[in-house]
């Protein structure tokens, strides 16, 4: 299963097809893992002498984590720096491009980049002589937690049309939301209810975009009754190291707590890109429409899939 992806970029990258190919190419990495979680012998040698290299100038804690096992289970070394922005020459004055350009020259395989400047992961691809995968860039995007996203979305139902999907938060911030914004425009007959306070919505661009695409949307401050009728509740944190704010009535009244669980129906599911602050109430976790531990759980066979992709290895 070939996918002809160099770079991993931009949720926009992705069609209808190519997820489709991208889901079933995930569930193969995931059944190679039986129960006592071994791989099946071909898989675990498949990227063996090849080297994923991990520059990551923000923080992170899953997506840094689950493409590291991703490669390991493929069989793939993996440098890294997580600091970048202080335990690289970054700190001396170096550009991105002049980095990406020397890291190239040392071999590695496969470059996976999160970054706080927007555009940053599109500028290493222009200089980059081997693939670069965004692992998030400032307010832009994060299109490996989106495909983990619409593919938690599609094991949860089978399928993806039709679902009405309420983003609740920081919207004007976050990056998950507007990945996955695109992505669902690939499938039909979708609603998206953006639930945030009114200095928080979802920026222009993303609007457009949808409009363009004929997606039927709307805007609310309001949780309820947005809540009542959502398949698909995606929460997001206050963003504050890109400067969002709440304040405490808010933040209580953009909460998921038991009260709302007993608002959404008994399908209903609720995902959050994680790390949570306030917006999930703990007692929610046992609940079994929470998804997002195995939302998060999901982004590792994602990864996997994606590396085989641009390493140009059929699954
Ligand atoms: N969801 C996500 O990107 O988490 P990390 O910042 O921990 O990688």
């Known amino acids: 299963m ?16 190519l997820l489709e190919k991208l889901f079933k190419a995930t569930d193969a990495c995931r059944h190679t893992i039986d129960h006592h979680n071994e791989i099946s012998a071909g898989l675990t040698t498949r990227l063996r002498g090849r080297i994923m290299l991990q520059l990551f100038y923000e923080p992170s804690t899953r997506t840094r984590f689950s493409f590291f096992m991703a490669g390991k289970r493929l069989g793939m070394d993996v440098c890294w720096t997580e600091n ?3 335990f690289s020459s970054a700190i001396k004055g170096e550009t991105l491009e002049d980095t990406i350009r020397i890291l190239c020259e040392f071999g590695p395989h496969v470059i996976v980049l999160r970054h706080h400047e927007t555009g940053a992961a599109v500028r290493a691809a222009a200089v980059s002589t081997v693939p670069i995968i965004n692992a ?5 995007q994060h299109p490996t937690q989106a495909l983990l996203d619409i593919y938690t979305i599609w094991k949860s139902f089978g399928h993806v049309a039709g679902l009405k999907v309420a983003m609740m938060g920081d919207l004007a911030n976050g990056r998950t939301v507007r990945s996955l914004s695109y ?16 200095h928080l919505t979802m920026s222009n661009d993303i609007k457009t975009w949808l409009a363009g695409k004929g997606v039927d949307f709307q805007e609310t401050d309001s949780p309820f009754p947005a809540l009542y009728e959502a398949d698909v509740v995606y929460c997001t944190r206050i963003q504050k190291e890109r400067g969002g704010q709440m304040s405490d009535d808010d933040t209580q009244r953009f909460q ?3 009260r709302e669980m007993s608002w959404l129906k008994p399908k209903t599911i609720v995902m959050h890109p994680l790390p949570r602050n306030a917006e999930i109430a703990t007692e929610v976790d046992s609940d079994p429409r929470a ?3 195995e939302q998060a759980g999901n982004g590792m066979y994602i990864r996997m899939a994606l590396l085989l992709w641009v390493l140009g290895e059929e699954i």
């Open 256 to 258: 998921i707590g038991t």
């Open 2 to 17: 070939e996918s002809g992806i160099r770079h991993v970029l931009e949720s926009q990258q992705f069609d209808r097809e």
């Open 183 to 198: 992505l669902l425009t690939k499938f039909s007959e979708v609603k998206i209810i953006f639930i945030s306070p009114p």
């Open 136 to 140: 998030g860039d400032g307010s832009g």
């Open 291 to 293: 998804k997002y531990f």
């Open 84 to 86: 970048a922005r202080e």
